[in-house]
């Protein structure tokens, strides 16, 4: 069973924009939009054609592995899944709104696609990192992919799982991180800086590619196998709120729901890219 290409990235990113930005409006006490929006170029590239996955099939062993471990951005993957055939996308109206399993945090309950309920920064490395393992150990040639935040290397647990996963040489093992430069209050440089940052992945034995994380072509030869037998982390550089122009670069919209005049004008931006 191969990869399945869908369309060209872009269409694809373009409509998980447009979900995010409804889905958020719609269920309103949960919006994370503006780290949704950085992130929607590597979820249109992953599903659009790099990860092995079968909607029809969603626990099936040899399926690629998919952790979000940013998990507050999960009205993305929600959008990314259901623009891959894993539930319909009406069912994305219900977000965050009583009664919906789709939750504001990214949960693996009941949704078809989802590895890992995440929300509690920090842990989504640890758990692809075992992922990871188990697929070396079984001769397992799946891969695992996880997608993190850039102020969540805050976490001393992120350290930990990278120093074991390049120990144990997890080749299979794909981290990107979502290097949006913000974080909830203000910029990563003036919170904790993490610079030189490809070096110390380097220094933990990682194989590091450097992307901006709004190019498809950039992003997908970043996903080309490991060449050195190491796990390989993707530092992709991106914009916080990419899409919408008051959105970017704006701390702003970490934690807003784009309402009335302001989702209109959301929109309107997103429509004329099209």
């Known amino acids: 069973m191969g990869i399945n290409h869908m369309e060209p990235s872009k269409s694809l990113s373009l409509r998980i924009r447009k979900h995010a930005l409804e889905m958020t409006s719609l269920g309103g006490g949960s919006s994370h939009i503006g780290s949704i929006l950085s992130m929607v170029d590597i979820l249109a590239v992953l599903y659009g054609s790099v990860l092995n996955v079968d909607p029809q099939q969603p626990k099936w062993p040899n399926r690629d592995r998919f952790i979000l471990s940013k998990g507050h951005a999960g009205a993305g993957v929600y959008?990314?899944?259901?623009?891959?055939?894993?539930?319909?996308?009406?069912?994305?109206?219900?977000?965050?709104?009583?009664?919906?399993?789709?939750?504001?945090?990214?949960?693996?309950?009941?949704?078809?696609?989802?590895?890992?309920?995440?929300?509690?920064?920090?842990?989504?490395?640890?758990?692809?990192?075992?992922?990871?393992?188990?697929?070396?150990?079984r001769a397992s040639r799946h891969r695992v992919f996880v997608v993190m935040s850039d102020g969540e290397c805050d976490e001393g647990s992120i350290?930990?799982?990278?120093?074991?996963?390049?120990?144990?040489?997890?080749?299979?093992?794909?981290?990107?991180?979502?290097?949006?430069?913000?974080?909830?209050?203000?910029?990563?440089?003036?919170?904790?800086?993490?610079?030189?940052?490809?070096?110390?992945w380097s220094a933990f034995r990682w194989e590091v590619r450097e992307v901006d994380g709004?190019?498809?072509?950039?992003?997908?030869?970043?996903?080309?196998?490991?060449?050195?037998?190491?796990?390989?982390?993707?530092?992709?550089?991106?914009?916080?709120?990419?899409?919408?122009?008051?959105?970017?670069?704006?701390?702003?919209?970490?934690?807003?729901?784009?309402?009335?005049?302001?989702?209109?004008a959301a929109m309107a931006e997103l429509n004329a890219q099209q």
């Open 159 to 200: 350290w930990e799982a990278a120093m074991f996963a390049g120990f144990h040489q997890l080749h299979q093992l794909f981290v990107v991180i979502d290097y949006n430069k913000y974080q909830s209050l203000t910029t990563t440089t003036e919170t904790l800086d993490l610079e030189p940052f490809a070096d110390k």
């Open 214 to 264: 709004h190019d498809h072509r950039q992003l997908s030869d970043a996903f080309r196998p490991s060449t050195t037998g190491q796990p390989v982390i993707v530092i992709a550089h991106t914009i916080k709120g990419k899409g919408v122009s008051f959105m970017e670069n704006q701390v702003l919209w970490h934690y807003r729901t784009a309402k009335g005049e302001e989702f209109n």
């Open 79 to 137: 959008a990314a899944l259901a623009e891959r055939g894993f539930f319909s996308p009406d069912k994305l109206k219900t977000h965050y709104q009583d009664g919906s399993d789709l939750s504001g945090h990214v949960s693996h309950k009941g949704i078809p696609g989802v590895e890992l309920s995440t929300g509690s920064l920090g842990h989504g490395l640890s758990v692809g990192t075992g992922m990871a393992l188990s697929a070396k150990k």
